[in-house]
Protein backbone atom coordinates (compact mmCIF):
# COMPACT_ATOMS: atom_id res chain seq x y z
CA UNK A 1 0.00 0.00 0.00
CA UNK A 2 2.94 2.43 0.95
CA UNK A 3 3.77 2.36 -2.54
CA UNK A 4 0.61 2.76 -4.12
CA UNK A 5 0.19 5.77 -2.40
CA UNK A 6 3.67 6.74 -3.64
CA UNK A 7 2.57 6.60 -7.01
CA UNK A 8 -0.48 8.41 -6.86
CA UNK A 9 1.40 11.18 -9.11
CA UNK A 10 3.53 8.92 -11.19
CA UNK A 11 7.17 7.30 -10.82
CA UNK A 12 9.76 9.26 -12.43
CA UNK A 13 12.32 6.87 -13.59
CA UNK A 14 14.95 8.89 -13.48
CA UNK A 15 14.90 9.19 -9.78
CA UNK A 16 17.17 7.24 -7.58
CA UNK A 17 15.76 7.77 -4.14
CA UNK A 18 12.63 6.64 -3.71
CA UNK A 19 12.17 5.35 0.00
CA UNK A 20 9.41 3.63 1.25
CA UNK A 21 8.45 3.57 4.95
CA UNK A 22 7.39 0.13 5.64
CA UNK A 23 10.52 -0.69 4.09
CA UNK A 24 13.09 0.98 6.38
CA UNK A 25 16.73 1.00 4.79
CA UNK A 26 15.99 0.62 1.69
CA UNK A 27 16.27 3.09 -1.71
CA UNK A 28 14.92 2.24 -4.78
CA UNK A 29 15.69 3.67 -8.36
CA UNK A 30 12.75 4.87 -10.52
CA UNK A 31 12.77 1.59 -12.33
CA UNK A 32 13.04 -0.39 -9.37
CA UNK A 33 9.67 1.30 -7.81
CA UNK A 34 8.06 0.51 -11.05
CA UNK A 35 8.82 -2.86 -10.65
CA UNK A 36 8.08 -3.64 -6.89
CA UNK A 37 4.73 -1.35 -7.77
CA UNK A 38 3.83 -3.93 -10.73
CA UNK A 39 4.44 -7.32 -8.65
CA UNK A 40 2.60 -6.34 -5.49
CA UNK A 41 -0.10 -5.75 -7.81
CA UNK A 42 0.50 -9.08 -9.70
CA UNK A 43 0.35 -10.87 -6.64
CA UNK A 44 -2.47 -9.10 -4.40
CA UNK A 45 -5.09 -8.29 -7.36
CA UNK A 46 -3.86 -9.45 -10.76
CA UNK A 47 -6.96 -8.40 -12.25
CA UNK A 48 -6.15 -4.56 -12.11
CA UNK A 49 -2.55 -5.54 -13.60
CA UNK A 50 -4.00 -3.62 -17.10
CA UNK A 51 -5.03 -0.75 -15.62
CA UNK A 52 -1.43 -0.19 -14.25
CA UNK A 53 -0.47 0.50 -18.08
CA UNK A 54 2.63 -0.65 -17.28
CA UNK A 55 4.28 -3.31 -20.23
CA UNK A 56 5.77 -5.72 -17.56
CA UNK A 57 3.28 -8.24 -18.49
CA UNK A 58 6.00 -10.50 -20.76
CA UNK A 59 8.43 -10.23 -17.78
CA UNK A 60 6.27 -10.88 -14.92
CA UNK A 61 5.80 -14.24 -16.54
CA UNK A 62 9.10 -14.95 -17.63
CA UNK A 63 10.48 -14.27 -13.62
CA UNK A 64 6.97 -17.41 -12.69
CA UNK A 65 8.34 -19.19 -14.66
CA UNK A 66 12.44 -19.23 -13.56
CA UNK A 67 13.80 -21.19 -10.75
Do not use: C
Not at 7 to 23: A, C, E, H, M, P
Amino acid sequence: MDITMHGRYGFDTNKNDYRITSLPGLIFTGYQILAWYYVSFALSQPELLNELGLPFEREWGLARTST
